[in-house]
Each structure stands twice: as C-alpha cells, then as structure tokens.
C-alpha cells in the first residue's frame, strides 16, 4: 500500500471536517490555499490572483500569494518592466 493510499485510508469524514491520525482538521482546512511565496511556501492567507504580466499562455499570468508575498512580486515586476521600456522602448 503506497503512503497516500495510507493516508487516505487513515482520513474519515466526520461532521464538521475529517479526522487525520487521531485529530481533527476542519473542513475549512482541507482545502485552504497555500502561498506560492516569494523564495517558497510561506504560512499566509493566499488567494489566486493576477500578475503583471503578459504571458500568451495566460494561466501563466496567475499566482497563489497572500498579500505580503503579492505586492513584493509586484514590485519586482514593475522594476523588470522599468528596465524593459528604457532599454527596449526608449532610443
């Protein structure tokens, strides 16, 4: 039996969310976002949201962040767009 057939056998529905090894873990829980973080995952509320950029693939142009993690790659974002226009745009 693989580790998540173990896992999932271990899990049982029980009226407000699921018992897992014994503990209780909240409906809500289950199926909270994590963030993308900026260096990695980091514990803060993430939801889906749309980042400046212009991927033709446009999934691509999504990410999972809480807010902390969102506006510093936005701001890195909007420093590589800087850089782009005066190199590419401007004579």
């Not at 909270?32 to 950029?53: I, L, S």
Request: net charge negative; glycine share 6%; charged share 30%.
């Amino acid at each position: 039996m693989s580790e998540f057939d173990k896992t999932m056998s271990d899990m049982k529905l029980h009226g407000t969310g699921f018992m897992l090894d014994g503990k209780h873990v909240p409906r809500e829980n289950v199926y909270k976002p994590v963030c993308q973080g900026v260096d990695g995952p980091c514990d803060g509320e993430a939801t889906r949201r749309r980042q400046n950029t212009r991927y033709v693939e446009d999934e691509r142009n999504y990410v999972v962040m809480c807010d902390k993690c969102f506006e510093y790659t936005q701001l890195q974002w909007a420093e590589q767009w800087r850089e782009y226009h005066s190199e590419v745009l401007e004579p």
